[in-house]
Each structure stands twice: as structure tokens, then as C-alpha cells.
């Protein structure tokens, strides 16, 4: 659906936000104002990365930007899903689906339409719609932050496989954030020389958007290597465990073969020494005790626990 969105006050642009683009819009759209269908193609694909793009026979500029998306209860990481805007003149058209629509419902606040409303032309509009959208990628690395605190907690007593998935999850959501903030960062480097007509209020929110996209590149760079640390010594310690068990098991079997050997030795059909008296078995029985605590002693002062 294509609808025109209102400013508190008058502006020498328009924003004409759509949300689910459907064919209907496809059609409206390159009837109205003039989209070629390579544009449209760009819009609806879902997997589009971040790039810019100018038509020369149109006019029209493209910018694909990723926004992340958060975890569901199908999708238990982060992943980053495209917005895409598009400027013809004085005309600014955003596009987005349900899984992005969160991005533009925080415009619908007055105070921040008010807010919009001061840009002096549409490319400085746009960059304010980027420079709100980066800021989500803080949020989510943020909160990861949070989540990877509260599982290192967790994971300094009793590690389960539950916790293991969660950091797990973890990881891979910073691998998609990173990924999308390096991806839209190469786009708006390429904007600088782009055929968009910069003012100098839209330059300076320029270099807003890419201190913004850099501080989250740095806090995912960050993230990452304090999770593959956690990750590594979850493991290390997981590694340990498992080598205290081995070690248990290993000594205890070595402690209980001295009793099998010595009963089935002595239970043999034939005749053997002292098992003449009905009495014999307490010798052995003490024979037996003397090897047992004789191998726990040798094995601690080697220790093997």
C-alpha cells in the first residue's frame, strides 16, 4: 500500500512510504512516477543487499540498506533483512515489509515527524532515515552485550547444551551484524561520489550515518571477540571435565580388576595355595583390600585425581 506521509509542517518535499509491496503498487508506481521495472526488481527481492544505484534515463536513485531483524521463535539469532529508499526529485519513497516496518513506526511519533520535518531537502531526510536505522544495530549488539553476560554467569558453574545453543545463537548473530554493517558501510562510502545532489546539512548528516555505522562496527568487532573467548573456554573447561571423568573411570576400573582377578583366580577347579581351610578367603579378602588401597595411593601420588 502506498501512502503519503505528513509533516507537521509544510516542506518542499514528499514522502510517499510502502509497506508490502504489491502489485497493484508495482503497476501505480511505474505509471505515477515513472519506476522502470529493473527498479521494481530491486524492491521486491527480499535478498537484495545494501547498494546504491542511479537510473540515468529516470533520474531516480536507489539505496538498499540492511536493518536487523530480531529473533523469533522460528529464528532464535539476529539476521538483517533490506529497506530500500528511492529519491525522484523532491520525492522520497521508502519501502519496506512487515519484518522492517518497526524501523519506520518510530516516525510516527509527532515530535519525530516534527523532527524530520527540519531537513532542508530530501537527501538530507534521507540520510536521517539512515542515520535512525543504524542505531538499531547498536541496540541489538546491545542487547547480545546483555545476554552473553548473563549466560557467562551461567556458564562458570555447570555447562548443558541449552546454554551451549544460546552461545551458539550468539555468535551467529553477530556474524549477521557484522556482515550487514560492513556491507552497508561500503554503500555509504560510495555515496560520496554518487549523482545524489549533497547540501551541506545532508553531507554533515552524512558523516553522522558513517560514525554511526562505524561505532557499530566496532562494538560488533568487540562482541565477537569476547564470545569466541567465552566460547573457547566454555570448551576448554567442557575439555577438562570430560578428562576428570576419563580419569575417574580409569582409575576405578584399574582399582576393581584387582578383585576380579583374584576371585577368579582362586575360583578356579584345581588346586591352589592357602585354600586348604575353610578360613582362606578372609586372607584373601585381605590380600584384596591391601592391592586396592596400595593402587589409590600409587595413583594420587602420580596424580591421576
Known amino acids: 500500500m502506498i501512502k503519503e506521509q505528513k509533516f507537521p509542517v509544510e516542506t518542499n518535499y514528499k514522502w510517499y512510504d510502502i509497506s508490502n509491496l504489491s ?7 511505474q505509471i505515477d512516477f515513472h519506476f522502470t521495472p529493473d527498479m521494481i526488481t530491486y524492491i521486491s527481492d527480499r535478498h537484495e543487499r ?85 542505531q538499531y544495530f547498536q541496540r541489538a549488539v546491545t542487547q547480545l552485550d546483555a545476554e552473553r553476560n548473563s549466560l557467562d554467569q551461567k556458564l562458570s558453574g555447570d555447562i548443558n547444551n541449552k546454554d551451549l545453543v544460546e552461545l551458539s545463537n550468539i555468535e551467529k548473530s553477530l556474524v549477521y551484524l557484522s556482515s550487514s554493517i560492513q556491507t552497508n558501510l561500503m554503500m555509504l ?78 575360583g578356579m577347579n ?7 581351610s575353610s578360613s582362606d578367603w578372609i586372607a584373601i579378602i585381605v590380600v584384596t583390600v591391601f592391592l586396592m588401597v596400595w593402587l589409590i595411593v600409587l595413583m594420587k601420588r602420580h596424580h591421576f585425581f
Not at 545494501?50 to 533520474?59: A, F, G
Not at 533483512?81 to 519501502?95: C, K, Q, R, Y
Not at 584345581?270 to 586348604?276: D, E, M, N, T
Open 23 to 29: 502489485e497493484e503498487d508495482s503497476n501505480k508506481l
Open 270 to 276: 584345581v588346586s591352589l595355595p592357602v585354600g586348604h
Open 50 to 134: 545494501p547498494h546504491y544505484d542511479y537510473d540515468t534515463h529516470t533520474h531516480i536513485n536507489l539505496l538498499v540498506y540492511d536493518v536487523p531483524i530480531w529473533p523469533t521463535k522460528t529464528i532464535k539469532h539476529f539476521t538483517a533483512h533490506p529497506v530500500t529508499f528511492l529519491i525522484s526529485g523532491e520525492n522520497i519513497f521508502t519501502f519496506h515489509t512487515q519484518s522492517t516496518s518497526y524501523v519506520f513506526d518510530e516516525f510516527n511519533d509527532t515530535a519525530t515527524r516534527r523532527e524530520l520535518s527540519l531537513a532542508q531537502d530530501v537527501t538530507e531526510l534521507l540520510m536521517k532515515f539512515l542515520l535512525y536505522s543504524s
Open 189 to 266: 562510502h560510495s555515496l560520496k561520489m554518487s549523482q545524489l545532489n549533497f547540501t551541506k546539512p545532508g553531507r554533515e548528516r552524512l558523516d553522522d550515518v558513517l560514525i554511526e555505522s562505524n561505532q557499530s562496527a566496532e562494538m560488533v568487532k568487540i562482541s565477537q571477540q569476547v564470545t569466541q573467548t567465552l566460547s573457547a573456554t566454555s570448551n576448554n573447561m567442557m575439555n577438562n571435565n570430560l578428562n576428570d571423568t576419563m580419569k575417574f573411570l580409569t582409575v576405578w576400573s584399574l582399582v576393581l580388576t584387582i578383585p576380579t582377578i583374584l576371585t577368579g583366580f582362586y
